[in-house]
């Protein structure tokens, strides 16, 4: 039997979004790695090798949360600056040992960036852009801050390929995923929204689309894990 498409609305106020990673902070990167079976640290690493950062380089990490991305691009040899609204989320990461240290964290919004434009070599977003409260102008704000010729890596959840495995993976959405979080988080709700923002977000092909109206040339993706997540990847223009 196949379920109506919800294609919910999902409420994207800053505020709120904000306040939800606030609380989640402490216990964020193990829940990831739970729900995600281990999947997470692979898709990262697929998303630097997408990046393809080269030593010196300048990378922008934007919606980095603890810095679990921030930290692949790092070990590449590139300076990399984390950046995320949520200051819990920077605290957590910050204050791990190890290479934290050399991350330049920043506290801003990833609609408002605090940098001029083409500043970077590189920029990347982690499970951010689908938060953010406007997608295509969120694009337009990475590629303000990118050089010519510059790069862009989108790490998001996706839409399984094959069709029978979506029906399945939609049911675990709605059903199994808010279920496993209310025993491995205090935060049910924000697995809720989690599973509402995944099904109202637009599949690889629609996503290259924006990311392509939103002035960005030469967009390409690879689907992961079945499709479950996408990595797309994209130049700037100059
Ligand atoms: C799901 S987490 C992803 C964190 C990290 N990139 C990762 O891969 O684990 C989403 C992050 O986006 C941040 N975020 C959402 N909207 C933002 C905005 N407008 N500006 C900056 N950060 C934002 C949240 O605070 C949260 O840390």
């Not at 709120?16 to 990262?44: C, I, K």
């Not at 704000?141 to 390929?161: C, K, N, Q, Y």
Request: aromatic content about 8%; overall charge positive.
């Amino acid at each position: 039997m196949r379920l109506p498409d919800p294609r919910p609305t999902v409420d994207k106020d800053a505020a709120l979004v904000q306040a939800m990673f606030e609380r989640v902070a402490p216990r964020y990167d193990v829940a990831n790695t739970m729900l995600s079976l281990g999947q997470d640290r692979h898709w990262r690493r697929v998303a630097t090798r997408a990046v393809d950062p080269q030593p010196g380089e300048l990378i922008l990490d934007v919606a980095a949360g603890t810095g679990a991305l921030s930290h692949e691009l790092l070990a590449s040899g590139a300076r990399v600056v984390p950046l995320d609204f949520s200051w819990t989320m920077l605290a957590t990461g910050a204050e791990r040992e190890g290479d934290a240290r050399r991350l330049w964290w920043t506290n801003g919004d990833g609609t408002r960036l605090p940098f001029a434009r083409g500043r970077f070599d590189a920029v990347t977003i982690a499970f951010g852009l689908r938060n953010l409260p406007d997608t295509a102008a969120g694009l337009r704000e990475l590629a303000r801050v990118t050089r010519p010729g510059g790069r862009l890596v989108v790490l998001e959840f996706s839409s399984p390929t094959w069709a029978p495995f979506r029906e399945i993976y939609r049911r675990y959405l709605v059903g199994a995923l808010p279920a496993a979080a209310r025993m491995v988080t205090s935060h049910p709700a924000a697995y809720r929204y989690l599973a509402h923002s995944i099904l109202a977000w637009p599949d690889q092909g629609g996503l290259a689309r924006i990311i392509t109206a939103a002035g960005w040339e030469q967009v390409r993706w690879k689907s992961l894990t079945g499709g479950i997540v996408a990595a797309h990847h994209a130049r700037c223009p100059g």
